[in-house]
């Protein structure tokens, strides 16, 4: 079956700070790949996607590149900022598996100033 | 942008009581509905996956007739907590695809649900 790896957090930063999560996937088909961002208390939002090999998703600074032949889509950030803090959760969806998100254990990211 | 609105954003029951939570989609017709689980600090569990005039697929180990999942129409998913003890307590999220191509899913913003 389908199954993601992401790194276990905490993961404390200082502002400024490059940020790197690694994401790594199984799966039988052809996913799209996901990085969702949950703040304290509020649902899962969207940060980026990417539907192809070599595809990148990029959004508010972050980047995650899809990487077929590691089978990987680890999330990066040049300089966080405090407001960066929250759980990040690595995602794929397939379609073989009737498009249901499986997602990643989630890496809590704590930015200090 | 496609919207998810889910209600309550908390609730707290007696032991024993049924919660229902509903989830709106509110700018497009969400034919499927995801509808997870996530404890403290871990990771969400899809629980069952609701389809409009059908009959809802749990995945394996949810209980059926404890979380009863209803897709009335195509904008609207429910999931009732039937006989809540304080082991239900926990974060519950549903998620409505876009298109049929997995690129897309927009996610509800999440039940606290408590009980006592």
């Known amino acids: 079956g389908n199954s993601v790896t992401q790194m276990e957090g905490p993961v404390t930063l200082s502002e400024e700070a490059f940020l790197t999560i690694n994401c790594t996937y199984t799966?039988?088909?052809?996913?799209?790949l996901f990085w969702y961002v949950q703040y304290p208390g509020e649902g899962l939002q969207l940060l980026l996607k990417a539907t192809k090999a070599d595809d990148k998703g990029s959004n508010k600074g972050f980047e995650a590149t899809y990487r077929k032949e590691t089978t990987s889509f680890h999330l990066e950030k040049g300089s966080v900022q405090v407001s960066d803090s929250a759980v990040y959760f690595c995602a794929l969806s397939d379609r073989a598996a009737g498009n249901k998100l499986t997602f990643g254990g989630g890496t809590r990211v704590l930015v200090k100033p | 942008g496609a919207v998810v609105s889910q209600h309550p954003s908390r609730v707290i029951c007696k032991s024993g009581t049924s919660v229902k939570i509903e989830c709106r989609s509110l700018d497009f017709q969400a034919t499927t509905m995801f509808w997870y689980r996530q404890f403290p600090k871990q990771s969400l569990m899809l629980m069952a996956t609701?389809?409009?005039?059908?009959?809802?697929?749990?995945e394996q180990g949810v209980e059926k007739d404890k979380f009863l999942i209803n897709h009335a129409s195509l904008t609207l998913s429910t999931l009732t907590v039937t006989s809540a003890h304080p082991e239900d307590s926990s974060f519950y999220i549903c998620?409505?695809?876009?298109?049929?191509?997995?690129?897309?899913?927009?996610f509800g913003s999440g039940t606290r649900l408590t009980v006592v």
């Open positions: 998620s409505a695809p876009q298109g049929d191509r997995g690129y897309g899913y927009t």
């Open positions: 799966a039988t088909g052809y996913p799209s």
């Open positions: 609701s389809n409009e005039g059908s009959k809802a697929t749990y």
